[in-house]
């Protein structure tokens, strides 16, 4: 099929205008040197982003949503009109580097086999940022998120989910690209289907990716290409909010692709060991300000204080809520 566009790239934004801009301006400055559009869609920001990007850059394509719609809505709104052979999912806090858009189209041109890539993620302060991922599993998270972690039980599991042996510096295929900069083939995606919506944020990226491995297309990671990515700035702003959702679509991703039955048994041990840790912290918390106190320790009281209200939020909303 001849395309309109070889690329189309898709950036989604809450509240992250100087993000947007940035980001926007590296694509103008390393653009690919065929034709490409980009696609902004988003989720009714509050600080003039949509303004601000009609007016600098007249030619990417803005959807405005009334409301924040998520992350996988909001990426099949532009994903349904996108014109490019190539789909690239671009986070708003990222900037695009020299050759990096056309480093990843000739490699998907010269892999017929591979459905999906990425590019190595750098930090702000040009460190490479871990951005591949194998596909998540029971153990690495009752280590990752509850009580089972004092204890240092399922440690291996964790880091083999982190991929903690990879340097991030050879070609290599993986399980899960991070989403904050993810190249898919449009064929692809007509096969397996768009972003799965009951995926409000977080790990939609890699029920997308382990769709597409299913599909038997691979996933590979592609070092010479360059991103800076200076870390989710959108979901922070979502606070205590963005850990609850994190954790419903991880049982999410459970309950979907490891079965009812299984994830049921998961959870029926995830809940309460997450009890036990949002109590842990509770009462380190609570020590650490006290022991701020009696010392006139300032920021001691700071950081514990924190602490104990992110805990007794989390104690509120788990693990009574984990699938609602």
């Not at 007016?55 to 994903?79: D, H």
């Not at 309460?272 to 842990?280: D, K, M």
């Amino acid at each position: 099929m001849a395309w309109l566009m070889r690329l189309s790239i898709i950036i989604v934004s809450w509240n992250v205008k100087e993000d947007v801009l940035d980001c926007l301006r590296s694509i103008r400055q390393h653009p690919l040197p065929e034709p490409f559009e980009v696609l902004l869609v988003d989720n009714a920001s509050t600080d003039g982003t949509e303004r601000a990007v009609r007016e600098e850059f007249p030619e990417v394509s803005v959807i405005a949503n009334g409301r924040n719609m998520g992350f996988a809505t909001a990426n099949n709104q532009a994903l349904i009109v996108a014109k490019g052979e190539y789909l690239l999912l671009l986070n708003p806090d990222t900037i695009v580097h020299p050759n990096a858009l056309d480093l990843l189209v000739r490699f998907m041109d010269s892999h017929e086999d591979v459905g999906a890539c990425g590019p190595r993620l750098l930090n702000s302060d040009g460190t490479t940022q871990s951005s591949v991922r194998r596909f998540p599993s029971f153990r690495a998270a009752l280590y990752r998120h509850s009580a089972f972690r004092y204890l240092r039980l399922f440690r291996g599991a964790y880091a083999r989910f982190l991929m903690k042996d990879f340097g991030h510096e050879t070609q290599i295929e993986v399980d899960v690209v991070k989403g904050a900069a993810l190249m898919v083939r449009r064929s692809v995606l007509e096969e397996i289907g768009l972003m799965d919506e009951d995926f409000f944020m977080y790990y939609e990226e890699a029920d997308l990716c382990y769709r597409i491995k299913e599909a038997l297309w691979r996933i590979v990671f592609l070092p010479e290409a360059l991103i800076t990515h200076t870390g989710g700035r959108s979901s922070d702003k979502a606070g205590i909010r963005r850990r609850v959702m994190r954790l419903r679509s991880l049982v999410t991703f459970f309950a979907k692709h490891r079965g009812p039955v299984a994830t049921g048994l998961f959870v029926s041990v995830f809940a309460p060991a997450l009890l036990v840790r949002h109590v842990c912290d509770l009462t380190a918390g609570a020590c650490a300000f006290l022991y701020g106190m009696a010392t006139c320790r300032e920021d001691l009281r700071e950081r514990a204080a924190a602490k104990v209200k992110a805990a007794a939020l989390l104690l509120w909303m788990w693990p009574w809520r984990l699938t609602t």
